[in-house]
Nanobody, 114 residues
Framework: QVQLVESGGGLVQPGGSLRLSCLAS????????MSWVRQAPGKEREWVAG???????YYADSVRGRFTISRDNAKNTVYLQMNSLKPEDTAVYYC????????WGQGTQVTVSS
């Protein structure tokens, strides 16, 4: 059973940084593409970044140059380093795997506000 547990969110001022973590279990983590998706209040979920099993990375235009996705296969964990945060980055952030795209964790809230 695929399980995803996100953590690391919080309240940060504009221009600040946060690092999100997602601990995965129930599948062979190293073999699968992982992604981060966010959902702001009243909006649909938005893909943010992805990383292949070979650690090739992909980013939405809105975060390229500010966010960095990475993975540690030994720890079954994918990370999202978020720098230069903006109020429009406020959302609940979820990780997802293409092992089971319909499985979602509880998400972690990121609020960017002064």
């Amino acid at each position: 059973q695929v399980q995803l547990v996100e953590s690391g969110g919080g309240l940060v001022q504009p221009g600040g940084s946060l690092r999100l973590s997602c601990l995965a279990s129930g599948f062979i983590f190293s073999g699968y593409y992982m992604s981060w998706v966010r959902q702001a209040p009243g909006k649909e979920r938005e893909w943010v970044a992805g990383i292949s099993s070979g650690s090739r990375t992909y980013y939405a235009d809105s975060v390229r140059g500010r966010f960095t996705i990475s993975r540690d296969n030994a720890k079954n964990t994918v990370y999202l380093q978020m720098n230069s945060l903006k109020p429009e980055d406020t959302a609940v952030y979820y990780c997802n795997s293409n092992r089971a795209p319909s499985n979602w964790g509880q998400g972690t809230q990121v609020t960017v506000s002064s």
